[in-house]
């Protein structure tokens, strides 16, 4: 059975750091393309990041540009995404999906506040 589990979120500061983690199992991770989405309090989903494969593509929305980086590393199964320069606005579950959107993990909330 596939699974995806995030962690690595919480309440930061604005202008702070975090980094999220995504541990998959129960599929062939090294081979599939990777995304993350979050969803804002009240709002529908967005879509944060993606990245291929062997790490070759990595896409963002143009909010998340030069702020957000995904990275994966296929030896441990495993999806990042690092954050910098945090604001409100990016207060959310975060997600991580397969790339099909066939697999969704349940998501790490991060508060972005003062």
């Known amino acids: 059975e596939a699974q995806l589990v995030e962690s690595g979120g919480g309440l930061v500061q604005p202008g702070g750091s975090l980094r999220l983690s995504c541990a998959a199992s129960?599929?062939?991770?090294?081979?599939?393309?990777m995304t993350w989405v979050r969803q804002a309090p009240g709002k529908g989903l967005e879509w944060v990041s993606s990245i291929s494969s062997e790490s070759s593509v990595s896409n963002y929305a143009d909010s998340m540009k030069g702020r957000f980086t995904i990275s994966r590393d296929n030896a441990k199964n495993r999806l990042y995404l690092h954050m910098n320069s945090l604001r409100p606005d990016d207060t959310a579950v975060y997600y991580c999906?397969?790339?099909?959107?066939?697999?969704w993990g349940k998501g790490t909330l991060v508060t972005v506040s003062s």
């Open positions: 999906a397969h790339a099909s959107g066939e697999y």
């Open positions: 129960g599929f062939s991770f090294s081979t599939y393309s």
